[in-house]
């Protein structure tokens, strides 16, 4: 496997409300174009965070020129929007999942407290499209039982082989809980693309609260095995763990135990090829530094270290992201904000390569959506 293209998707404006871009995941279109999105806004955790689109129909060399058609309000109630992958339905019907924070209920704090540990109350926002993204339904809120407490969208709506859509959430304590955290992974599902779902089902926890199962990403193979990656941390020796590997030959009603890859930490959304193949990315950021990606020869099978790039290399030696040890959980969640790379996107392409988005510093200052297409072995 090889990086055969790169290009920026969206450039940092630093000192503008477009200066810091994060969270970009990308969909392909019925008709072949892709439709990227992104969180956008002065900082990586402001009040002025919003969504922009952008799109493609050169297979991502080019793209088209900002868009921001959702907004950043909830009941009168100002927000803040964190993230929005789209999943594409039948031909041009597209679903958009998004996460709102709000900024009202604690105003300048953090979104994690440092010394508790919990969240700024969150939810979960749906919008609908029947033209390929030129026009989005309102939004709509999933509705979530409290036990979850502010939910974290971790992944993209996942359709399954007969139709049925899944909704991964994380679970998060409320601002001021200082409580131990038993954080776990639920799923729910939808039988009428969306429009209501079930209850939550817990699909991955630890039981006995000392490990987290963070961004876990999810993907569909062409045979209807359902795999995720998960980034793993420890509380009780505050550090992250080697990413783990869970696979369900059931749609995802049970997943097997977890399998150690042997690479850390953070996975990326996973791509899969119409053959089976698929293709991780992930962030090393406590050994090389890098965003790295390996293939596999399908969803079970073991990641192929000779297959291994670096997608992307930070140019300055503070980019990096070696950041000393934190001494407790608080402090972990609170240095996120400060990482100036990260948060890989892939997927399969129309003409067999695999395309990977992440944000990286930009020249200027503020942070980039960056690009890069990848090639495997024919």
Known sequence: MEVVERTILSAAEAGTPRAVATFPAFVVLADGSLLASYSIGTGKDTDDLTIELRRSSDGGRTWSEPEAPFATTLGGRRGSLKAAPITRLDGPRLIVAALWIDREAFPGQPLFHPVTEGCLPMVILLADSVDAGRTWTPWRAVPMPEEIGPPSLTNAILRLGDGRLVLSVESNKSYLDASPWYQRVVHLRSEDDGRTWSPPVTVTADPTGRIANWDQRGAIAPDGRFVTFTWTYDFEAVAYRNIQRRISSGGGGQFGPPEDLGVADQPGHPAILPDGRLVLAWVD??????????????????????????????????????????????????????????????????????????????????????????????
């Open 285 to 378: 950021r406590f050994g090389s530094g890098t965003i790295r990606a390996r293939s596999a020869a399908a969803i079970d099978a073991p990641l192929d270290p000779a297959s291994e790039v670096a997608v992307h290399q930070p140019d300055r030696g503070d980019a990096a992201g070696r950041t000393a040890e934190t001494a407790t959980t608080g402090e972990a969640l609170v240095e996120m904000g400060t990482w100036s790379y990260g948060l890989p996107y892939a997927e399969a392409l129309p003409d067999g390569d695999v395309a990977v988005v992440h944000y990286a510093a930009g020249e200027r200052g503020g942070t980039d959506v960056r690009w890069a297409r990848l090639r495997l072995d024919r």
